[in-house]
């Protein structure tokens, strides 16, 4: 099966995909970015609030502390001196009270940093000025008492001093509480903001998993699209056509349907002619057309190329066979729609009996190549004797490599005669299979090895023992004729296939004039190219070729026209008709057309006299056919070298 290009719709869908992809990776990472750097930022607030809270929790706690420690000192100091009235204790009182007030200084200094909040700012000048109000009216219970005025001294410590020293118990007292508020209140708004965190982060954490989620099913949805369905045409593919038979297996419904295999005939014809968009475009209305055509538990598949298959219900089998033999699509191109004719080939199975899914669908192979093969019918119903044919065609192939180690070719040949002089004037070399002893003849093994591939080492074989032939009989002195050997168009793949023909000629050292390369006639347009190539080499190396089985194929007539072959061999069929006088007209007119386009004619399958002299009579002289001779073996055409005339006949 030949591969198409695939592109088009199915590269731009691929392509749509993987931006779908990608964009939802993308939005995804952004989105996860984001959350972890939100929720970061979330954690870096709330452990700045907390470091904030306990450092200012610790100073002020610690610092209150000491004031109150320093100026409860203080005070039972001022009343020891005022008590006792020593001049040594004032003196140390006074350095006290200049260390303490220095002391005082820096403490409430460094209170002052962290009373930013004017609720604390009051207090903070309220403690500050009654401190530093006690300090100086301790000063000047100091200075009384330093000047003898004892009394009044201990007159003004009891209705000032003791004022001041109460305020400023009751200041730090309101201030300690107001810091325990500040903590408490500083307390619930972090345990508020780290709930509010978490809840962010529970919300993030919800999103990203839907976003996963999301994700997930996309990639799965195209995962699905990808796996289960053509990117050409978009309608299921092999796999989820077998998943679908499947099913339908094991719920035991297999049985009430056909598979169908589908081909479109030509479609070769489509690329090559019009690009291989447009064979896209056929593909993907005709996926449409089948999918159109079947009905609920009915599928269409594209399995590769242009093959398709279905499995239909088996009372709608007839109808369809017959809607898909030949349908008109409508192909919408840049320049407007075109309406394009499309016939197809069929090959079903009605599923019998508890028949497994893989064999069914090989059954509807079978009938398929069956009906490739054929040529009354498009649509063919599978029977077992494909089968058997089958399993013969895999026992050529098996014994095929050994058959050409072992040399069970042999090389028959069939003489040409040139009916002017009745003289031999050629042969084709024709190929026999001798097994066990019994020869087989090439219709038996041809077409296997054909549709296989193997026919061009047989090709090979035969040529390579034709030249051997004719060097066997130089050299004995028989004059050999020109021998046309047959090769399949499966060569005219191989970009070497002149060059190796020239190398087995070279070989065996032989003229080059005794050498015909016969080629069918192709079926189309496919090799044309090739086959015109290959034969503008053989005439500048002056090989003969030949056409071949000349009016069984598709487009004789003008092939001839631009093929610079030197020989026409009409088919065998051509005569069968013969006896018909419009027959006859028809055969007259293509033998001197070819006249007159200076290619020599040949007819092959002459039976008769009267075919002969019928043939002679519209000027086409030379002739093959069991009328001279059967193809003969080696040795049998070797007396003909030697006796080459027919005339006795
Ligand atoms: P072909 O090349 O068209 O060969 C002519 C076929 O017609 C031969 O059949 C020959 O035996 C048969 N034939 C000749 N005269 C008459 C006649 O008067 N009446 C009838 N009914 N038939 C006649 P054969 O040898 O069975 O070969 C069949 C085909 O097999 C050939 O058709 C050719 O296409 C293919 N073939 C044979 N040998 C080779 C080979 O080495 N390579 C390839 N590629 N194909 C080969
Ligand atoms: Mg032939
Ligand atoms: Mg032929």
Avoid at 122 to 147: C, P, T, V, W
Avoid at 393 to 400: D, P, Q, R, S
Wanted: hydrophobic share 35%.
């Amino acid at each position: 099966m030949k591969k198409i290009k695939e592109k088009s719709k199915g590269v731009i869908k691929k392509q749509k995909m993987t931006r779908l992809i990608r964009l939802s990776v993308l939005f995804l990472s952004i989105t996860g970015l984001f959350s972890i750097l939100y929720l970061c930022y979330g954690l870096y607030n709330i452990t700045n609030q907390y470091t904030n809270m306990t450092r200012r929790d610790y100073l002020t706690t610690e610092t209150l502390q000491t004031l109150e420690e320093q100026l409860y000192q203080h005070q039972s100091y001022i009343f020891e001196h005022v008590v006792s009235n020593s001049p040594e204790f004032q003196d140390s009182l006074e350095k006290q009270t200049s260390g303490l007030k220095s002391s005082m200084s820096s403490i409430l200094y460094a209170l002052k940093d962290e009373m930013k909040d004017t609720k604390f700012d009051i207090r903070y000048k309220s403690l500050s000025s009654n401190i530093f109000g006690y300090l100086y009216d301790a000063e000047s219970i100091f200075e009384m008492s330093h000047n003898g005025e004892s009394e009044k001294a201990n007159i003004y410590m009891e209705e000032s001093l003791m004022d001041y020293i109460n305020t400023v118990n009751s200041v730090l007292k309101s201030f300690d509480n107001m810091i325990r508020e500040d903590m408490k209140e500083a307390r619930t708004e972090l345990e508020n903001n780290t709930k509010k965190v978490l809840i962010h982060a529970v919300l993030l954490f919800i999103i990203l998993l839907c976003c996963a989620g999301t994700g997930i099913v996309i990639s799965i949805m195209i995962s699905n699209e990808m796996t289960n369905f053509d990117p050409v045409t978009g309608i299921p593919n092999y796999d989820k056509f077998i998943d679908v038979c499947e099913k339908k297996h094991m719920r035991k419904t297999f049985s009430e349907y056909a598979v169908l295999s589908i081909n479109i005939k030509g479609f070769q014809y489509f690329n090559q002619q019009h690009g291989t968009d447009f064979g896209d475009e056929i593909l993907t209305e005709y996926a449409s057309f089948l999918r159109k055509a079947t009905n609920t538990g009915e599928i269409a598949a594209r399995i590769n190329g242009d093959t398709f298959i279905a499995l239909i219900k088996k009372d709608r089998v007839p109808v369809i066979a017959d809607y898909i033999k030949q349908i008109t699509l409508n192909i919408h191109r840049k320049d407007g729609t075109r309406k394009v004719v499309v016939n197809s080939r069929c090959g079903i199975y009605e599923t019998a009996g508890n028949i497994d899914v893989s064999t069914a669908l090989d059954y509807s192979e079978t009938a398929l190549k069956e009906a490739k093969n054929s040529t009354n019918s498009d649509c063919i119903w599978y029977s077992e004797t494909m089968t058997e044919s089958e399993i013969a065609a895999k026992e050529t192939i098996a014994k095929f490599k050994d058959a050409i180690k072992n040399e069970e070719f042999s090389v028959y040949y069939q003489p040409k005669v040139n009916m002017i002089d009745d003289k031999l004037c050629g042969c084709e070399a024709l190929v026999r299979w001798i097994k066990d002893g019994q020869t087989i003849p090439p219709f038996k093994f041809i077409p296997v090895l054909e549709s296989e591939g193997y026919i061009t080492e047989l090709d090979m074989y035969v040529f390579e023992h034709v030249c051997q032939h004719i060097s066997k009989w130089k050299e004995q002195g028989i004059e050999p004729v020109r021998i046309s050997s047959n090769f399949s168009k499966l060569h005219l793949k191989n970009k070497r296939f002149a060059d190796d023909v020239l190398e087995i000629i070279e070989k065996y050292g032989i003229e080059k004039k005794y050498i015909e390369i016969e080629l069918t006639e192709s079926s189309g347009y496919e090799d044309f190219d090739a086959m015109t190539e290959f034969v503008n080499r053989m005439k500048s190396e002056k090989i003969y070729t030949a056409i071949d089985d000349f009016g069984t194929g598709y487009s004789s007539l003008s092939m001839l026209k631009d093929l610079d072959i030197d020989v026409v061999k009409l088919d065998k069929s051509f005569l069968s008709g013969a006896e018909d006088k419009a027959h006859k007209k028809m055969i007259e007119n293509v033998v001197r057309m070819i006249n007159d386009l200076q290619r020599k004619v040949i007819c092959e399958g002459v039976e008769t006299r009267q075919q002969a002299e019928f043939l002679k009579s519209v000027e086409c002289y030379l002739a093959q056919g069991y009328l001279y001779d059967k193809p003969l073996p080696h040795d049998e055409f070797e007396q003909r070298l030697l006796n080459p005339s027919y005339k006795i006949k």
